[in-house]
């Protein structure tokens, strides 16, 4: 399991849990993102807040993207924007998450 250091002992459950409500938008299952992914999208949000945080997030989301291998890239990239809650950094199957600042 990967875990940041530091004194918030950042998980990769921590930045997944919020997101499972949003499989089924992300898989093109389901047309508008749930309520409840959505709230997870906000979670996720306030949980990274410095750029180590956001790396982490980052590569912790694309390890868990790699089990789902019909994600749909556009249904990714504007989960945040759909849940009106940006994130201060993008998301993508694609990403090189070492470039997050």
Do not use: W
């Amino acid at each position: 399991m990967l875990m940041r250091p530091g004194a918030m002992a950042l998980t990769c459950p921590d930045v997944v849990k919020p997101l499972m409500q949003c499989v089924q938008y992300l898989i093109g299952e389901a047309l508008l993102p749930a309520p409840a992914c959505c709230d997870g999208v906000k979670q996720l949000k306030s949980m990274v807040t410095t750029p180590e945080d956001k790396r982490f997030a980052c590569d912790c989301a694309k390890q868990a993207a790699s089990h789902y291998p019909n994600l749909n890239d556009d249904a990714v990239r504007d989960l945040p924007n759909k849940c009106n809650s940006p994130i201060s950094f993008p998301i993508s199957k694609s990403i090189d998450c070492s470039t997050i600042g």
